[in-house]
């Protein structure tokens, strides 16, 4: 039985009747559920029903809070474990993107200080126009869980995406969003990081995006001291930023392109390194894999998204880019999906080429003492990663011979190549790999510069 606390805000719109069944869903299963509705969503569902179903008041009306005595507007918002939004109507989503607070359901979420999942549901236009897709990035950006919405017919009559997904579809949501750690407050190490500029070329304008305001940080640093085991923390004081997982370059709504990657290799790296000690930061492509212990976690889409972290996380005392980062992204991306005509004609897709992360960051002023890069061959192992290492101006590369295991696998055979020799390991698990690598990161960095005594 979960007794989690949801505090669902329902807004307008002839979906806002699925939130009825969706309130029966989680009280079935033990959550406990406040309900708010906005003044639209009164247009569509009672007050009364929601109480009834939910065994709670039902807040409607921020000036009404009389409240205020027995639970002000910030008490309902920190209360919760979950926000839910379900209607998000195009309305909600652009407030909330623009941190507007004209009522109690939008001022609850300005206040709220615990994760938000976002169900859209509106007209297929709205949802496909410009400006809610720009929300929508914003908002995940900003670390809200914006479900797609269903695609089908409408009420309106129209067909495409913007139907609400079915309660069935929230409901797991829910329970994933409520699985997973709780996104931290503030920055790496508990408080923010300098943005570092990188020049990427000396003789131009920089390709390399500037640092964004923060994305989603997921996991605790605070226990970091204690949480590797007493007797071995190598890496205890040092700084070690990992990239993981492919980047999904969208083409249009529904499609991208993206490189094969499972974010094994670079998720159990960042155990590793966590478990030797370090403060681990992890900028993960869109990859299914649960937040290692002791790392915080930071979730992009694209390479751009990428480079703005990577750049946000600076300074480092050790950078690991295991990402499978696209090289190339769609020029121009449709607002609309792009749609067959039946001609047989196939659109036009130009390519505009990705900024190289690690490139970018082995030139600039913050350039990490040890500069890690990881090349995926076929053949030739050896003999591309000794010329990647020039080309990329890093330390080592971490040539992964991924001939015989296609991506995706459990165990890796890797050469670390540095201009110092070859390092070659049998096949190991990945989670070996990670910890050899996080002995020999360890090693490394105490020649160069020994640690100060805990
Ligand atoms: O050029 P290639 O993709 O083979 O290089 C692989 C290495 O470069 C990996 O460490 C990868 O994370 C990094 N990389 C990057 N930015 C790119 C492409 C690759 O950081 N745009």
């Not at 969003?177 to 920089?206: F, K, N, Q, T």
């Not at 529904?254 to 590793?272: D, E, H, L, M």
């Not at 005392?317 to 749609?339: C, N």
């Not at 003492?369 to 890093?394: M, Q, R, S, Y």
């Amino acid at each position: 039985m979960n007794t989690s606390r949801i505090l669902l805000i329902i807004g307008g719109g002839i979906a806002a009747y699925k939130s009825i069944e969706l309130v029966r869903l989680l009280r079935k299963s033990g959550y406990v559920v406040r309900c708010v509705l906005t003044r639209a969503g009164e247009q569509f569902v009672t007050p009364l029903t929601l109480a009834a179903l939910s065994e709670n008041k039902v807040y409607t009306n921020l000036f009404d809070l009389k409240d205020e005595v027995e639970m002000g507007h910030i008490q309902l918002s920190r209360e919760a474990d979950l926000v839910v939004v379900a209607p998000a109507t195009a309305d909600l989503l652009a407030k909330m993107a623009a941190g507007i607070a004209d009522d109690l359901a939008t001022t609850l979420l300005l206040a709220t200080d615990k994760p938000v999942l976002a169900a859209p549901a509106m007209n297929v236009r709205m949802w496909l126009h410009p400006a809610t897709q720009r929300n929508v990035v914003t908002l995940r950006g900003d670390g809200v869980t914006v479900l797609d919405p269903d695609e089908g017919e409408m009420a309106c009559g129209e067909f495409g995406p913007g139907r609400l997904p079915e309660p069935t579809a929230i409901f797991a949501a829910i329970e994933a969003a409520l699985s997973s750690p709780l996104p931290l407050a503030g920055g790496v190490g508990g408080g923010p990081v300098a943005p570092s500029v990188l020049p990427l070329d000396d003789s131009g304008p920089s390709d390399m995006p500037s640092p964004s305001p923060s994305r989603k940080r997921e996991g605790d640093l605070r226990g970091q001291p204690d949480f590797a085991p007493e007797n071995h923390r190598p890496l205890y004081g040092r700084r070690i930023l990992i990239t993981a997982g492919p980047t999904h370059e969208p083409i249009d709504p529904v499609r991208y392109i993206a490189n094969r990657s499972s974010g094994k290799q670079g998720f159990a790296i960042a155990a590793a390194a966590a478990e030797a000690g370090a403060e681990v930061l992890l900028i993960a492509g869109p990859v299914p894999l649960p937040t290692p212990p002791g790392v915080i976690r930071v979730d992009v889409e694209t390479a751009v998204e990428m480079a703005e972290e990577v750049l946000q996380g600076l300074p480092v005392d050790a950078a690991i880019m295991v990402a499978a980062v696209a090289d190339w992204r769609a020029a121009d991306t449709s607002a609309q999906k792009i749609k067959k005509d039946g001609s047989g004609a196939v659109p036009p897709l130009a390519l505009a080429e990705n900024p190289d992360i690690l490139a970018g960051i082995a030139r600039s002023p913050d350039r990490p003492p040890l500069l890690i890069g990881f090349a995926a061959e076929t053949n030739d192992v050896i003999a591309h990663a000794g010329a990647k290492l020039a080309k990329k101006g890093c330390d080592w590369i971490v040539a992964n011979d991924v001939a015989a295991d296609p991506m995706g696998g459990e165990s890796n055979r890797v050469h670390i190549v540095s201009k110092n020799g070859i390092d070659s390991w049998d096949r190991l698990p990945k989670a070996a790999v990670a910890r050899k690598l996080m002995e020999k990161i360890a090693d490394e960095l105490d020649a160069r510069s020994p640690r100060q005594p805990d």
